[in-house]
Nanobody
Framework: VQLQASGGGLVQAGGSLKLSCVAS????????IGWFRQAPGKERERVSC????????SSAESVSGRFTISRDNAKNTVYLQMNSLTPEDTAVYYC????????????????????WGQGTLVTVSS
């Protein structure tokens, strides 16, 4: 089971980036995918999650209305579209997955995720 995150980079405030999380060696049908971020000196924060069996998503209040999580079944990929970025969004972003048959992913805490991808750095300049 492997997750490959990509798409990070340097962007000006107000700009957009789209992160990708490609899963290999397993299909995502009965998993929850979470996007997390960790800024220097701060705790890891769950940004958004996607319960792939139910199609229900959940996002942190800090990104609600700006970030959108989606999937491409054919590519076994989950995306995080990030719009209206601010310097406070600067962080290393990680995708994670774990088997999940529930409806909402909001209750799946970080420690429950079994598989983690490497991080991708997002830097937002002011």
């Amino acid at each position: 089971v492997q997750l490959q995150a990509s798409g990070g980079g340097l962007v000006q405030a107000g700009g957009s980036l789209k992160l990708s999380c490609v899963a290999s060696e397993f299909t995502l049908d009965y998993y929850v995918i979470g996007w997390f971020r960790q800024a220097p000196g701060k705790e890891r924060e769950r940004v958004s999650c996607f319960s792939l069996s139910s199609g229900i998503t959940s996002s942190a209040e800090s990104v609600s209305g700006r970030f959108t999580i989606s999937r491409d079944n054919a590519k076994n990929t989950v995306y995080l579209q990030m719009n209206s970025l601010t310097p406070e969004d600067t962080a290393v972003y990680y995708c994670a997955a774990t088997p999940w048959y529930g409806s909402s992913c909001a209750s799946v805490y970080a420690g429950a995720y079994a598989y983690w991808g490497q991080g991708t750095l997002v830097t937002v300049s002011s």
